[in-house]
C-alpha cells in the first residue's frame, strides 16, 4: 500500500487543486506504517486487571440493552414505510427485550437527520405508536451522524441531573422517501395563492408560474457551509493524507468480510426481527456484500473525476434503520432486577474546520475523551469507529498516529497512535452493516458492550465523524459479570 501511494501522488493532482489551500497533514519526515489488518487475528482479549472509572459523587449511569432494525438499503423492503414505523418497531423490540413496563420510563430521545415533515419530532410518534405511556415525555434532536450520540448523551445528563432514573434514546433514518420541495419561488406563489381572497388574484398568480418554477430541489449530502458534497471532502481529505485507493478498497473489504462473520457467527445479537406490513419479515442486514479486490478495483471514482479514489464500494451506502437503547442509573437498574451490559463513561463532542476537516471527529475526539478518563490507547480493548467511507477511516488512523498533526492541530506534544487493528471494527462497521444517519449511535455503542462481553475487554472507545466539522468519542465500561 505505501508504494501504492507514490505512484498514486505521482498521477493525481497536487492536494493545493482540490483544496484551495496546500493543507498536508503528515509531516514529511513521519514515517507512518500500515494500518490495514484482515481481522484474522480476532482473539479474546486479555486484560490485567484495571481501575474501575467510577467517580465519586457521580452516578454510575448503565446501558441496559440495545436494539435496532435490520439496516436495509434504502429503496428495499422499507421502501413504503415512514421512518416512525422503523422508530416504532426499535421500540417494541427493547420493549419485548426487556420486558420493560410500559410506563416505567421516565423519558424517550431520539436523533434523526433528514425529517419527514408530517412527524418532525419522531421520537414522540414513535412512542406513541409503540404503546408506551402518553405521559412520558419524548423529544427529537439533531446532530448529523452522531444523532442517535447525541440522544444518549441527553439521557446520561437527565440521569446525572436527578431528573430521570430511566430513559429510552434511539435513532432513525428513512432515505428511501426523503422530502423534495419545490423551488422556492414555487413555494411563494402557492402560499400566496392560499392567502388570494378573489379569483382576480388567483388568476394572475397561475398565471405568473413559469417552467423553471416547476424544477424541484432535491437533497444532497452537502456542506451548507461549502456546498461541497460529503464525498468529496471525504476524497480530497484520503488525498491530503496519502491515502491510497488500495488502502480504501482493502479497508472496505475487511469491513464487509468482518461484518459477513459476524453475521453468520450470530455475534450481531441487538438485530431483532421485524415484520413488514404488507411484505416479509426482515431479520439481518442486507448491505453486507464480501466482494474481491479485483471487483473492486473496476469501480470508478464516485467524486472527484477522473483521478479520486473515493468509489461507491469504499463509501457507506445510504441505509434505512432504525436503534433504540435503554439507559438507567445504576441503582435503578439494579433495583428492577436488570443485569446492566455496560457503564457509559465520559464523552465528548468536539468541532473543528467543515472544509478541510470535516470527517476529522474521531481524531480530535479520540484524544480529548482518553485524557478526560485518564487512559491511553493501550487501556483500551475495543475499538469501534463509525465507517462513513474508508478513507475517512484512514486519514483518521493516519491523523491519531501523528506526531506533526498531534503537535500543530491539536496542541500536543505527541500523538496517542493509532487503534490496534485486532480490536477495531472486527464485526464489521458502517461501509458494510449501512449507516442510517440517525440510528449508527446507538449501533455502535451497543457493540461495544457486546464485544466487551464476548471478548472480555474492560473498555471500549466510541467515535465518530459528522457533518459542519463535528465529532463525538465516548469511553464505554464493562459491567462486572
Known amino acids: ?105 421516565d423519558y424517550i430521545i431520539y436523533g434523526t437527520v433528514i425529517q419527514e415533515v ?20 419524548s423529544h427529537t434532536v439533531t446532530m448529523a451522524c452522531i444523532s442517535s450520540n447525541v440522544a444518549m448523551t441527553t439521557g446520561v445528563g437527565l440521569i446525572t441531573a ?26 411563494k406563489t402557492m402560499l400566496a395563492l392560499n392567502r388570494a381572497k378573489t379569483l382576480g388574484q388567483r ?51 475487511r469491513s464487509h468480510t468482518l461484518a459477513k462473520q459476524a453475521q453468520d457467527a450470530g455475534l450481531l445479537s441487538d438485530v431483532i426481527s421485524f415484520k413488514v406490513p404488507g411484505r416479509d419479515t426482515v431479520a439481518k442486514d442486507n448491505g453486507i456484500r464480501p466482494s474481491s479486490m479485483e471487483q473492486l478495483a473496476k469501480l470508478k471514482p464516485a467524486f472527484i473525476k477522473p483521478h479520486g479514489t473515493v468509489t461507491a464500494a469504499n463509501s457507506s451506502f445510504l441505509t434505512d434503520g432504525a436503534s433504540a437503547v435503554l439507559i438507567m442509573s445504576e441503582e435503578k437498574a439494579l433495583a428492577m432486577g436488570y443485569k446492566p451490559k455496560a ?40 475499538f469501534e469507529f463509525h465507517e462513513a467511507f474508508a478513507g475517512q477511516i484512514m486519514a483518521n488512523l493516519k491523523a491519531l498516529d501523528s506526531d506533526w498533526f498531534a503537535q500543530t492541530y491539536m496542541g500536543r506534544k505527541v500523538k496517542v497512535g493509532a487503534p490496534a487493528m485486532e480490536k477495531f471494527n472486527l464485526w464489521g462497521g458502517s461501509l458494510s452493516l449501512g449507516h442510517p444517519f440517525g440510528a449508527t449511535g446507538c449501533r455502535l455503542v451497543t457493540t461495544v458492550a457486546h464485544r466487551l462481553l464476548k471478548e472480555g475487554g474492560q473498555y471500549g472507545l466510541v467515535a465518530a465523524c459528522a457533518a459542519g466539522g463535528q465529532g463525538h468519542a465516548m469511553v464505554i465500561e464493562a459491567y462486572p459479570q
Open 1 to 105: 500500500s505505501l508504494c501504492t501511494s507514490n505512484i498514486i501522488s505521482n498521477i493525481l493532482p497536487p492536494v493545493s487543486l482540490w483544496t484551495g489551500t496546500a493543507v498536508r497533514y503528515l509531516d514529511k519526515k513521519e514515517s507512518v506504517k500500515p494500518v490495514i489488518s484482515t481481522g484474522s487475528e480476532q482473539r479474546k482479549v486479555q486484560t490485567k486487571s484495571k481501575k474501575t472509572l467510577a467517580k465519586p459523587g457521580v452516578k454510575n449511569i448503565v446501558l441496559v440493552e440495545g436494539v435496532r432494525t435490520p439496516f436495509l438499503l434504502s429503496g428495499t423492503t422499507y421502501a413504503d414505510l415512514m421512518p416512525h414505523d422503523l422508530a416504532r418497531a426499535a421500540l417494541q423490540g427493547l420493549l419485548h427485550k426487556t420486558s420493560l413496563p410500559k410506563d416505567a420510563v
Open 118 to 137: 408530517k412527524t418532525s419530532n419522531v421520537a414522540r410518534e414513535a412512542s406513541l405508536g409503540a404503546g408506551f405511556s402518553d405521559k412520558i415525555p
Open 162 to 187: 436527578g431528573q430521570c432514573d430511566t430513559i429510552v434514546a434511539g435513532g432513525v433514518e428513512f432515505m428511501s422517501d426523503v422530502p423534495i420541495r419545490h423551488s422556492r419561488k414555487m413555494r
Open 203 to 253: 388568476l394572475s398568480l397561475i398565471g405568473s408560474i413559469r417552467m423553471a418554477h416547476l424544477t424541484p430541489e432535491l437533497p444532497a449530502v452537502a456542506e451548507f457551509s461549502t456546498a461541497e458534497t460529503m464525498g468529496h471532502s471525504a476524497d480530497r481529505l484520503a488525498a491530503a493524507f496519502g491515502v491510497t485507493r488500495l488502502e480504501q478498497d482493502e479497508f472496505a473489504l
Open 343 to 382: 457503564y457509559l463513561r465520559d464523552f465528548v463532542f468536539v468541532s473543528q474546520d467543515p472544509k478541510d476537516q470535516l470527517l476529522l471527529g474521531p481524531a480530535y475526539g479520540t484524544p480529548k475523551v482518553l485524557a478526560r478518563a485518564g487512559l491511553t490507547m493501550d487501556d483500551i480493548d475495543v
